[in-house]
């Protein structure tokens, strides 16, 4: 990995994701009745928890609204979540005002054309493998996994091993005085 990369990757303090795609398969199934399926990825579930561990910022933002994505927001400890969001620059610079951060403090995920203009002021965009070609350009990493098949939490891995925090966020299920379940 490139120097310059990894100097993006080590002033990290928050991560915005988008949901739909990223953190799913993009696939959602509405049925007769109302109800709403999306399915996430469990690694990436966990990953996305260790970033908020690591005392990273972790937000979501989606042009949707639903439900299903409180829940899932409440299980991986999101930090915060912005639904109905049309205007995800402007949801970019009310994150980097309300915690005080630089751009370049601030990595953006996305996998279509609305997340571009975030990811163009972030000093880490990155694009899911199965992203348009548009958000692919404007990234400066593109995950190897697919948006909810494990990007996120290629994603997490990188950021906290770059950051010298893997380690410490994850020795309470791999060091050798782990507590059982």
């Known amino acids: 990995m490139e120097l310059a990369l990894i100097e993006r990757i080590q002033k990290i303090k928050a991560v915005i994701t988008d949901i739909d795609g990223v953190l799913t398969d993009g696939c959602i199934v509405l049925g007769n009745y109302g109800d709403e399926l999306k399915f996430f990825d469990v690694q990436d579930g966990l990953g996305f928890a260790l970033l908020s561990r690591a005392g990273l910022k972790t937000i979501m933002m989606t042009a949707r609204k639903s439900r299903i994505n409180q829940k899932r927001a409440k299980e991986i400890e999101a930090f915060k979540l912005y639904q109905n969001v049309s205007d995800k620059l402007r949801v970019f610079?009310?994150?980097?005002?309300?915690?005080?951060?630089?751009?370049?403090?601030?990595?953006?995920?996305?996998?279509?054309?609305?997340?571009?203009?975030?990811?163009?002021?972030?000093?880490?965009?990155?694009?899911?493998q199965n992203a348009v070609e548009e958000t692919k350009r404007v990234a400066h990493y593109v995950t190897q996994k697919s948006g909810g098949r494990g990007a996120i939490r290629e994603l997490s891995e990188l950021i906290l091993k770059n950051q010298g925090k893997w380690f410490a966020v994850t020795a309470r299920y791999t060091s050798d005085n782990a507590i059982p379940a």
């Open 93 to 128: 610079q009310k994150v980097s005002r309300k915690f005080k951060l630089a751009p370049e403090e601030i990595c953006v995920v996305g996998d279509d054309l609305i997340d571009i203009p975030p990811m163009r002021q972030a000093g880490f965009a990155v694009a899911v």
